[in-house]
């Protein structure tokens, strides 16, 4: 059994062990597990390192940071599991491509400084060869990662520069992820402060263009400098256009797309014919985007990687497998439920991530393990935290097995606009990527980021109606990648609706939302 709670990332009173300290661990002292790369792996096949830590990722990072500025960037490896495969060749020539691109055209640039005149006119006019995607901050946490994922990887596929409009808390949470130039949006942009306003009923919304030109070809017409691309999950069917071959011609015009959005829309890039070829070239697995993307892209600053590293070094550095479990509720009232809890121990036993326990009260100890389990849970209440932990307190393991139990924080309720909350999500989402195997929640993209990252294949909670746990409790997920939530549902050539979860193999409906697309490898 676990030495007590370990509720909060602060002390708290009757902890038995001592809170991290506040400095950040680098020393050689420190033991720090690698992993296992088989995503299928159960176990993770932990060991100490005797090779050097490939800081690098195969590749996909440059080796043009600065290290002290951002630590995270080449100490993930130490914590995380190896890539789950080993990136293209392609990819990593079309990231360091895109390194210089972003520099040659980034903020202030002459060529920037160009594109920006353009600002207000129609097409493109300017010498400048620049055109960008401005990503505008928007939703929760988890949606924000995943969309800027998808952000820049469409950034990738039309020879765009990705800028991030900051919000209120990018860039307290994400190091600047490109060497020697920023991602960030300038506070001086023009019609930014518009940025929370735009939606499709803007002027400029690319749906709204197309709404009031639907009896004029698309190839003949001139679309303004700057167009607004709705893409969040309330858009209708001239947004969606956006996810059309002949639509995504007329949108090279632009030099300025503004992209909002709350949804992983990956998977309907891969229905796009023009992409398809660069696509498989890119991801020649096709359930590693998010993976290495994220992995690329997402590098808590210092201080959240201090809140990562003190915390996994105090409570799960020593033991034998470490578990993830995310609860998301979605229920109204107040938890704990006892039909979630059921849920959660029902798929963890039934699929031997936990051990059995001993119910018999006269039972002192059984056979004894040098194996130890840690147990980490994420969720906004202490409650189930709490009654598990109580259960394997109380009663021994039949394997003998010792499983301890912690949970860094429980805010009670989502508190998107703080930015302490959302530094302790980003640590708990980068936490439950170092384990061994993952639980997550049905429609989370708290749990969709954390094992993306971790390159974990994870089981499902799936979503309990009527407050009752579902039979099954869980399934195995057919890949790490995020399920995009809402999609079209078009064909863009018969312009007639069509499900597009049955057009490739590679593009299949999700497990915990039936309307959901995500991506599969096609051997799976």
Request: a negative charge.
């Amino acid at each position: 059994m676990g030495q007590g709670s370990a509720q909060r990332f602060e002390e708290q009173p009757g902890n038995e062990i001592d809170p991290p300290s506040d400095a950040v661990i680098e020393g050689s002292d420190v033991w720090i597990p690698q992993w296992n790369s088989d995503p299928d792996s159960k176990d993770g096949d932990l060991h100490r390192d005797i090779e050097a830590v490939d800081k690098l990722l195969s590749g996909l990072l440059s080796a043009k940071h600065e290290e002290g500025s951002c630590l995270s960037r080449y100490n993930s490896a130490s914590y995380q599991r190896k890539l789950a495969y080993q990136p293209s060749s392609y990819l990593i020539s079309k990231l360091r491509s895109y390194e210089d691109l972003h520099k040659r055209c980034g903020v202030y640039t002459e060529s920037y400084n160009k594109t920006l005149e353009q600002l207000g006119s129609n097409g493109s006019s300017s010498s400048s060869d620049c055109k960008y995607v401005v990503w505008i901050s928007f939703s929760g946490l988890g949606n924000r990662i995943l969309t800027l994922a998808s952000a820049f990887l469409y950034a990738l596929l039309t020879n765009r520069v990705l800028l991030v409009d900051p919000g209120t808390d990018m860039a307290d949470l994400f190091c600047e992820p490109f060497p020697e130039v920023s991602w960030f949006l300038p506070q001086d942009f023009p019609l930014k402060h518009k940025f929370s306003k735009f939606n499709h009923n803007s002027p400029n919304c690319y749906g709204k263009i197309m709404k009031n030109n639907r009896s004029t070809d698309p190839s003949g017409m001139i679309l303004p400098s700057l167009v607004y691309l709705h893409l969040v999950h309330d858009y209708d069917d001239d947004d969606k256009l956006f996810f059309c071959d002949q639509h995504q011609s007329l949108l090279h015009q632009s030099p300025w797309l503004v992209m909002k959005t709350d949804n992983y829309f990956v998977p309907s890039l891969f229905l796009i014919p023009s992409f398809e070829k660069e696509l498989h070239d890119l991801f020649p697995n096709k359930d590693t985007v998010f993976h290495f993307l994220g992995r690329y892209l997402i590098h808590p600053v210092n201080s959240v990687w201090g809140l990562i590293t003190r915390y996994y070094q105090a409570y799960l550095a020593r033991a034998s497998e470490r578990i993830g479990i995310q609860i998301r509720v979605f229920d109204t009232g107040t938890g704990p439920f006892q039909h979630i809890l059921d849920q959660v121990l029902d798929c963890t036993l039934k699929e031997n991530l936990l051990p059995q326990t001993e119910r018999r009260t006269n039972v002192v100890g059984l056979a004894s393990s040098r194996k130890s389990k840690a147990v980490l849970i994420t969720s906004l209440t202490a409650g189930y935290f709490e009654k598990l932990r109580d259960i394997y307190w109380e009663n021994p393991t039949v394997t003998g097995e010792r499983v301890s139990f912690y949970q860094p924080s429980h805010e009670e309720h989502q508190q998107t606009e703080k930015s302490i909350h959302n530094q302790k999500a980003l640590a708990e989402m980068y936490l439950l990527s170092t384990t061994n195997v993952v639980v997550t929640s049905s429609w989370s993209t708290f749990g969709y980021v954390a094992q993306g990252l971790g390159g974990l294949k994870p089981w499902i909670l799936y979503k309990p109606e009527n407050r009752t746990a579902p039979n099954p409790p869980c399934g195995r997920a057919m890949s790490m990648e995020p399920c995009f939530h809402a999609p079209p549902f078009y064909d863009c050539k018969a312009k007639k609706g069509v499900d597009t979860g049955k057009l490739v193999p590679h593009v299949r409906h999700c497990e915990d939302m039936a309307w959901g697309l995500k991506l599969v490898d096609q051997q799976d």
